[in-house]
C-alpha cells in the first residue's frame, strides 16, 4: 500500500483509515466469494432442474411440469439478482468509498462514522458503505463540519458533522486521503477537472457541488428546467438525478421507464457509460426523427433536417421560421380549439322513428373536445346508440352503433389528417407556408405541426412507459415539438440546455418562451463552467459576453489564434498541431469546422490513421483519439484539445457565428487553438 500524504501537512496520514480499507477490502473479498458461490449455486440448480425435466418430459403430470417451470423461472431470477450484486461488489471492490463523515445526532453521546460510496455495503447484517443517495450521504455535499441535518422518509435527524474525509481508492488501494473542508473539497474537484478526457463521461459523485446536489434530489418538482452554461455539469447532473430517482423511487421507476431525447447519437453513446457505472441500467435514447417515425409510419414520409446554413432556398428559410415560434403553437391551438366548426357537418341522423339530431350530435362532438376527432365519432356513436336502445320500449330493429359510426363519418367534412394541415394554412391566408417536399412527404420543419394536428384528429401513440423523460440541449427545439413531446409524454421531465448556446439560426424560441410552455416548472440556473480551463473560458466570453459565466480557478494555456497566409499554410499548420497533440498527455482531440459539408472534406484530406475518425450525423459512436466534426455535432461533447479551423472574416461574421464560435471554444478542456486563412474574423478577440 502505497504512503499516504496530507496535501496540505505533507505528514503521513491516518493510518486509521489504512486500517479501515484493509478490514473493508477484506469483507468485500468474502462477500464476493459469497456471491460467485451463489451464482454458480444458481447456475447448477437451473442446470440440473432443466436436465430433470428433459429426462422424465414424458412421465411428468401437468401440475408437476407446471410446478417445475415456476421452479426454474424462480431459480432464473435469483440467479440474475445474484449476477447483480456479484457485479456491484466487483465495481465497490476497484473503488469502495470516496468519503467518510461523522455524524453526531442531536442528544447522542458521540459521532458516528459513515462511508460513502458508489453503492451500499452491508456485511454481517452491518451498513459499512452508504449509497451516495441516500438520505444521510446527502450532508456529505451539503454541508461543512458543524450543524447539518438530513431528511429521510421518515423525518428530519439534526446533528453535527464532526468530521469530513475524501479519498480517492483505486484498484482497492488508496491514492490520497484528505481531511476534508471547503478548500480541501476544491482542491479534490480542481485534481479531477485537471485530468484529461475519457473516451466517454464519467461519474462525478465524489465531487458533486452543493448546487448540483439539489437539482439532483430534487423530488417535487414535475418539470425541471436547468438552464446553464457551457460545461456546467448540465447532463453530467441529469444522469445523476436519474440514478437518484431510480434509487428513491424504486419501487415505482426503473430504468425501462427513463427515456433521453438526445440530439444525436454520437451524444448519446457518449454518456451511456454514466448510469452502468453508478450500477444502474443503461436508459433508453430517442431523437425527435426516432419519435417522427415512430408517430408518422404508415401516414406521411418525411424529410430530415437541412443545415441552415448550406440551404440557399429563402422560401424555404421563411417556411421553417414561421413555425419556430410560441405564436404558431397558439395559432395551432386557436385552430384546433375551433375544429368542431371547421370539420364536422352534422345533420340529423335519422333511422326508422329514432332521431338524434344536428343540434344535439354538434353539441355531444363538442362535449368530447379532449379526444381525437376519430375516437370522438365512435364515442358519438356508442351515445347515439345508447340514446336509441334506452327509447327503444317496442323493441324495434335499430342500427347498430357501427352503421352509426359510418354515417357519422359522413358528416366529416375534412377526411384526413393532411387535407386539415392544408386548411390551417389556408384559414391564416398563409398558403405559401405549406409546401410538400415530395408525394406524401412533408418537410422537416412541418413534422411537428403535422404531429400536434394528427394528435388532435386521429390520435397518436401516446408513451404510457416512460415515467420521466430527460430533454438534452432544449434550446435546439421549437414550441411546437414541444408541444408534441407534451402530448406524447405526459410524465415528469428535467429539461436542460442553454440559450447561450442557440445555434440554429431559424429558431427563434426563448427560455421565457419555454418557461410560458411549463408553467409549473422550475428553473434552476448554473453559471459555473467546469470544463474548461480559466483562460478558455476568458477568451470565449470575449467571443460571446456572458455575464453570468463564471470560470473554475483551474488554469492552462493561453487559447492561440495562429492566422495563417493561405489555406495551405493553413492546413500545414493544422498537421504540426496534431503532430504535437500525439506526442502530449491528452487524449481526445476535436478538430472543429463550421458544417457537416466541411468536416467530411476536411477529414478526407487529413492522412488516414487509426485514432483519426470522422463525427457525422450518421456516425453511431464517439471514438476519442481525433474527431473531426461541425459545431452542430460537437454540442454536449467535450475533448482535451480543441483546434477550430477556418475561422476567418466571410466563414465568422453574424450573430449566430458569434454563437457558433462560442460554443465550439467552450468544448475544450485544456487548450485552444483557432486558425483562420486570410482576414482573421472580427468576432475573434
Ligand atoms: N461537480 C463536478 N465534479 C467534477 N466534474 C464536473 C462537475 N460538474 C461538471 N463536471 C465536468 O464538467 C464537464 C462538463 O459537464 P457536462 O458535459 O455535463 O456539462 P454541460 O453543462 O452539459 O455542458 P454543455 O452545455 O457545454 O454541453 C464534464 O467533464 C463533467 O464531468
New binding site residues.
Given amino acids: 500500500m502505497q504512503n499516504h500524504e496530507n496535501k496540505e501537512e505533507s505528514s503521513p496520514i491516518f493510518p486509521d483509515e489504512i486500517v479501515h480499507l484493509d478490514a473493508i477490502n477484506k469483507m468485500i473479498d468474502e462477500a464476493l466469494l459469497e456471491a460467485q458461490d451463489s451464482v454458480e449455486r444458481s447456475d447448477k440448480e437451473y442446470m440440473d432442474m432443466k436436465r430433470y425435466m428433459a429426462e422424465y418430459r414424458g412421465e411428468l403430470d401437468p401440475h408437476e411440469m407446471f410446478q417445475n417451470q415456476l421452479g426454474l423461472r424462480q431459480i432464473d431470477n435469483t440467479g440474475a439478482f445474484a449476477v447483480t450484486i456479484r457485479d456491484k461488489l466487483a465495481k465497490l471492490k476497484e473503488s469502495p468509498y470516496f468519503a467518510r463523515i461523522d455524524f453526531r445526532q442531536d442528544l447522542a453521546d458521540e459521532a458516528e462514522p459513515f462511508y460513502i460510496g458508489r453503492f451500499a455495503f452491508n456485511h454481517k447484517n452491518k451498513l459499512r458503505i452508504s449509497d451516495w443517495r441516500s438520505p444521510l450521504a446527502s450532508m456529505f455535499y451539503d454541508y461543512e463540519v458543524g450543524p447539518a441535518s438530513y431528511t429521510a422518509p421518515m423525518g428530519k435527524t439534526d446533528g453535527d458533522l464532526t468530521r469530513k474525509r475524501q479519498f480517492k481508492i483505486k484498484d482497492g488501494v488508496m491514492e490520497y486521503a484528505l481531511e476534508s473542508s471547503a478548500n480541501i473539497y476544491d482542491d479534490v474537484?480542481q485534481q479531477?477537472?485537471s485530468q484529461t478526457?475519457d473516451e466517454k463521461?464519467?461519474s462525478?459523485i465524489g465531487?458533486?457541488?452543493k448546487e448540483?446536489n439539489q437539482i439532483i434530489r430534487d423530488e417535487k418538482s414535475k418539470t425541471l428546467i436547468i438552464q446553464?452554461?457551457?460545461?456546467?455539469?448540465?447532463?453530467?447532473?441529469a444522469l445523476h438525478r436519474i440514478a437518484f430517482l431510480l434509487y428513491r423511487f424504486k419501487e415505482q421507476i426503473t430504468a425501462n421507464n427513463v427515456t433521453i431525447l438526445s440530439p444525436n447519437k454520437v451524444f448519446g453513446d457518449y454518456i451511456s457509460s454514466v448510469l452502468p457505472e453508478l450500477g444502474e441500467e443503461p436508459i433508453f435514447e430517442i431523437s425527435f426523427e426516432d419519435i417522427a417515425h415512430i408517430q408518422l409510419e404508415k401516414v406521411m414520409d418525411f424529410e430530415v433536417d437541412k443545415d441552415p446554413f448550406l440551404e440557399a432556398d429563402k422560401a424555404w428559410i421563411l417556411r421553417k421560421q414561421f413555425k419556430s415560434s410560441l405564436e404558431f403553437v397558439k395559432r395551432m391551438d386557436d385552430f384546433i380549439a375551433g375544429m368542431p366548426e371547421i370539420i364536422f357537418g352534422p345533420v340529423d341522423y335519422t333511422y326508422g322513428r329514432f332521431t338524434f339530431t344536428a343540434d344535439n350530435l354538434r353539441m355531444r362532438f363538442a362535449a368530447y373536445n379532449k379526444h381525437p376527432v376519430k375516437q370522438r365519432l365512435q364515442m358519438l356513436a356508442d351515445e347515439v346508440y345508447e340514446r336509441f336502445a334506452t327509447d327503444n320500449f317496442m323493441e324495434e330493429d335499430i342500427p347498430r352503433s357501427r352503421t352509426i359510426l359510418k354515417a357519422l363519418k359522413a358528416m366529416l367534412k375534412v377526411k384526413n389528417t393532411l387535407e386539415l394541415y392544408r386548411k390551417f394554412y389556408e384559414d391564416m391566408g398563409q398558403s405559401a407556408m405549406f409546401v410538400l417536399a415530395g408525394k406524401k412527404k412533408l418537410e422537416w420543419g412541418d413534422v411537428f405541426p403535422f404531429l400536434y394536428l394528427h394528435a388532435a384528429y386521429e390520435g397518436v401513440k401516446e408513451s404510457g412507459v416512460i415515467r420521466h423523460l430527460v430533454v438534452d440541449e432544449m434550446q435546439d427545439y421549437s414550441p411546437i415539438q414541444y408541444a408534441v413531446l407534451n402530448r406524447l409524454f405526459p410524465c415528469p421531465k428535467t429539461i436542460?440546455?442553454?440559450f447561450g448556446?442557440s445555434i440554429n439560426p431559424l429558431s427563434r424560441h426563448t427560455l421565457a418562451d419555454l418557461l410560458n410552455i411549463y408553467e409549473e416548472a422550475q428553473l434552476v440556473k448554473?453559471n459555473t463552467s467546469?470544463?474548461s480551463s480559466y483562460e478558455i473560458i476568458n477568451f470565449a466570453k470575449q467571443i460571446q459576453a456572458n455575464d453570468e459565466l463564471k470560470a473554475i480557478k483551474r488554469h492552462g494555456p493561453i487559447p492561440e489564434v495562429i492566422g495563417c497566409d493561405s489555406p495551405q499554410i493553413e492546413m500545414q499548420k493544422l498537421r504540426q498541431l496534431i503532430q504535437s497533440y500525439r506526442k502530449s498527455k491528452y487524449h481526445t482531440l476535436g478538430i472543429i469546422v463550421k458544417t457537416e459539408e466541411a468536416a467530411r472534406i476536411l477529414f478526407d484530406s487529413l492522412p488516414s490513421a487509426e485514432d483519426l475518425h470522422l463525427i457525422s450525423d450518421e456516425s453511431r459512436s464517439f471514438e476519442g483519439g481525433i474527431s473531426v466534426t461541425s459545431v452542430q455535432m460537437a454540442?454536449?461533447l467535450?475533448f482535451d484539445e480543441v483546434i477550430i479551423m477556418d475561422v476567418d472574416q466571410e466563414s465568422y461574421r453574424s450573430e449566430y457565428d458569434r454563437s457558433l464560435l462560442y460554443v465550439a471554444c467552450?468544448r475544450a478542456?485544456h487548450r485552444l487553438s483557432v486558425l483562420y486563412a486570410g482576414s482573421r474574423s472580427l468576432l475573434l478577440p
Fill in positions: 474537484l479531477e477537472l478526457a463521461m464519467k462525478i465531487t458533486i457541488q448540483q446553464g452554461v457551457a460545461g456546467s455539469g448540465k447532463t453530467s447532473i436542460l440546455g442553454d448556446q448554473l467546469y470544463r454540442k454536449g467535450e467552450t478542456m
